[in-house]
């Protein structure tokens, strides 16, 4: 890659989302303010938004010519170099107790994913990765080993409501698929993190429906980097590397057939028109 190093800026992503750790800890557990957003599902704290200003404060400070996309505060990617921030991924576990959400950021030049860094800040574990590998607090993450579908465990949320309320049969035949494919079936609340398990072998597929750039950037380079496929499908076709949503899934190496297949039909589900202008696409 020409342009900026991407030591640095695994350095900057790094540093950003271990910036907020405290912070998020603190407020982990704690009363806080919960707001909803587009519905009662979709919920925000004030530990999203402070945390997101701490960390466009470091990237901007340090990347004054980028450009910044975050969750909460929004931002327009027209720069060689974009930052795309969700300080908190897994909101509702989050607002539940639940130690299963993560900070993300990650470095994204010429449309492509350079530099990530997913943090858990309960169990204080940092994952990260660059154009070499994938890592797990500063240790390089071994490459994953091939397991078929039959011998893995998958995290997916999908199908979530509104996904019901799109294609209920259709969704719920698919999701019965996985379940019947599958070792197991997961289901927990921050795709960046459940892609940081799969680079670590922790988890062997995820797969998304409803996500947004600031979600996945981050984890598909973790898995990519970690010897996993990722495939991303955004208005056109499947990529390795894109990441604009809403559907992807990822896997350690080895035979996802069904995965694969699954987030395909997903996509060509959702592409089509909706009818209804209730419904709607995220
Ligand atoms: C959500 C999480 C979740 C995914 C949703 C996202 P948020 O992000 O990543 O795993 O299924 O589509 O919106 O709202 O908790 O930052
Ligand atoms: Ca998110
Ligand atoms: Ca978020």
Same mark, same amino acid.
């Not at 858990?120 to 660059?130: G, K, V």
């Not at 379940?179 to 997961?186: D, F, L, M, P, Q």
């Not at 949503?245 to 987030?263: Q, R």
């Given at each position: 890659?020409? #342009?900026?190093?991407?030591?640095?800026?695994?350095?900057? %992503?790094? %540093?950003?989302?271990?910036? &907020?750790?405290?912070?998020?800890? =603190?407020?982990?557990?704690?009363?806080?303010?919960?707001?909803?957003?587009?519905?009662?599902?979709?919920?925000?704290?004030?530990?999203?938004?402070?945390?997101?200003?701490?960390?466009?404060?470091?990237?901007?400070?340090?990347?004054? +010519?980028?450009?910044?996309?975050?969750?909460?505060?929004?931002?327009?990617?027209? /720069?060689?170099?974009?930052?795309?921030?969700?300080?908190?991924?897994?909101?509702?576990?989050?607002?539940?107790?639940?130690?299963?959400?993560?900070?993300?950021?990650?470095?994204?030049?010429?449309?492509?994913?350079?530099?990530?860094?997913?943090?858990?800040?309960?169990?204080?574990?940092?994952?990260?990765?660059?154009? +070499?590998?994938?890592?797990?607090?500063?240790?390089?993450?071994?490459?994953?080993?091939?397991?078929?579908?039959?011998?893995?465990?998958?995290?997916?949320?999908?199908?979530?409501?509104?996904?019901?309320? +799109?294609?209920? +049969?259709?969704?719920?035949?698919?999701?019965?698929?996985?379940?019947?494919?599958?070792?197991?079936?997961?289901?927990?609340?921050?795709?960046?993190?459940?892609? %940081?398990?799969?680079?670590?072998?922790?988890?062997?597929? &995820?797969?998304?429906?409803?996500?947004?750039?600031?979600?996945?950037?981050?984890? =598909?380079?973790?898995?990519?980097?970690?010897?996993?496929?990722?495939?991303?499908?955004?208005?056109? #076709?499947?990529?390795?590397? #894109?990441?604009? #949503?809403?559907?992807?899934?990822?896997?350690?190496?080895?035979?996802?057939?069904?995965?694969?297949? /699954?987030?395909?039909?997903?996509?060509?589900?959702?592409?089509?028109?909706?009818?209804?202008?209730?419904?709607?696409?995220?």
């Amino acid at each position: 890659m020409t #342009g900026p190093s991407v030591d640095e800026l695994r350095d900057t %992503a790094t %540093a950003a989302v271990s910036a &907020v750790g405290g912070q998020l800890s =603190s407020g982990f557990r704690s009363p806080m303010r919960v707001d909803s957003k587009c519905d009662a599902r979709d919920l925000v704290t004030e530990h999203d938004t402070a945390a997101e200003l701490v960390i466009r404060e470091l990237i901007g400070r340090r990347w004054p +010519e980028a450009t910044i996309v975050g969750e909460e505060l929004g931002g327009t990617p027209d /720069t060689e170099l974009v930052w795309y921030i969700d300080p908190i991924d897994g909101t509702s576990a989050f607002v539940q107790g639940l130690a299963f959400f993560s900070v993300s950021v990650a470095a994204v030049v010429n449309g492509e994913p350079a530099a990530a860094a997913v943090y858990d800040p309960i169990a204080d574990e940092l994952f990260s990765a660059d154009d +070499e590998g994938a890592y797990l607090n500063g240790r390089r993450l071994p490459s994953l080993p091939e397991r078929n579908e039959q011998e893995s465990d998958l995290i997916t949320g999908f199908p979530n409501a509104r996904n019901l309320d +799109e294609n209920r +049969e259709k969704y719920l035949d698919l999701f019965g698929s996985l379940v019947e494919t599958y070792r197991s079936v997961r289901r927990i609340s921050s795709a960046a993190l459940s892609l %940081a398990y799969v680079a670590a072998g922790r988890a062997d597929a &995820v797969l998304g429906a409803n996500v947004r750039p600031w979600d996945i950037a981050a984890g =598909s380079l973790l898995v990519r980097r970690a010897g996993g496929k990722y495939r991303g499908w955004d208005t056109g #076709g499947p990529t390795t590397i #894109g990441f604009e #949503g809403p559907v992807y899934c990822a896997h350690c190496p080895g035979d996802h057939t069904v995965l694969d297949s /699954t987030a395909e039909t997903i996509h060509s589900i959702r592409r089509q028109p909706t009818t209804s202008p209730g419904r709607h696409k995220r």
